[in-house]
């Protein structure tokens, strides 16, 4: 079963940092483009960061940029975010999300449960 | 403020057709046919729906469709069934510095 599974959530103060995880399963990892992808509470989806398989090409969304770093270890079939000066803005439930063959453009095909970052002193 | 603008609710009774609509600029969704569309039920992780504009993964119904014209994409649900009462999301490829973003969302309602 194509399988992905977020970890690392939490309550974090502001301007902490967090780092949060996504194992991978069923599938061939390193073949695929990886994403993070956060929701606000009671709001809409917001793409948070890209990456090829691998890891030559890296994006963030311009709210991220400078304070979170998207990693994978394709040998452990894992996705990370290292999360750092958190923000209130930054709560959110954080998905990981596989591209699909043709890299993130073409769309995200299999999505994990999410992960909830809670920054509230 | 989304990059992309739907609609915030949509509604019909059930069998009938509905259209959601997702406007973007010749940046993102009128640069690229790379449009998807994505039904999120309450409590759920996202699902695609359609991708690359009318492509439609395996599995998703023939019931959703996708086109695109000029700088508005679009979602139609044909033969509205109960189920598909849920929140969809467009998104588009927007170039190398924006890469991916996402409409506001729209809630559909099988009235």
């Known amino acids: 079963e194509v399988q992905l599974v977020e970890s690392g959530g939490g309550l974090v103060k502001p301007g902490g940092s967090l780092r949060l995880s996504c194992a991978a399963s069923?599938?061939?990892?390193?073949?695929?483009?990886m994403n993070w992808v956060r929701q606000a509470p009671g709001k809409g989806l917001e793409w948070v960061s890209s990456?090829?398989?691998?890891?030559?090409?890296?994006y963030y969304a311009d709210s991220v940029k400078g304070r979170f770093t998207i990693s994978r270890d394709n040998a452990k079939n894992s996705l990370y975010l290292q999360m750092n000066s958190l923000r209130a803005e930054d709560t959110a439930m954080y998905y990981c999300?596989?591209?699909?063959?043709?890299?993130?453009?073409?769309?995200?095909?299999?999505w994990g449960q999410g992960t909830t970052v809670t920054v509230s002193s | 403020q989304s990059a992309l603008t739907q609609p915030p609710s949509a509604s019909g009774s059930p069998g009938q057709s509905v259209t959601i609509s997702c406007t973007g600029t010749?940046?993102?969704?009128?640069?690229?046919?790379?449009v998807s569309w994505y039904q999120q039920h309450p409590g759920k992780a996202p699902k695609l729906m359609i991708y690359?504009?009318?492509k439609r993964p395996s599995g998703v119904p023939d019931r959703f469709s996708g086109s695109k014209s000029g700088n508005t994409a679009s979602l139609t649900v044909s033969g509205l069934q109960a189920e598909d009462e849920a929140d969809y999301y467009c998104?588009?490829?927007?170039?190398?510095?924006?890469?991916?973003?996402f409409g506001g969302g729209t809630k559909l309602t099988a009235l």
């Open positions: 999300a596989r591209s699909r063959e043709g890299g993130t453009k073409v769309g995200m095909d299999v």
């Open positions: 069923g599938f061939s990892f390193s073949s695929y483009s």
């Open positions: 990456i090829s398989s691998g890891s030559s090409y890296i």
């Open positions: 010749s940046s993102d969704v009128g640069g690229y046919n790379y």
């Open positions: 690359e504009v009318s």
């Open positions: 998104s588009s490829h927007a170039g190398s510095n924006n890469f991916v973003v």
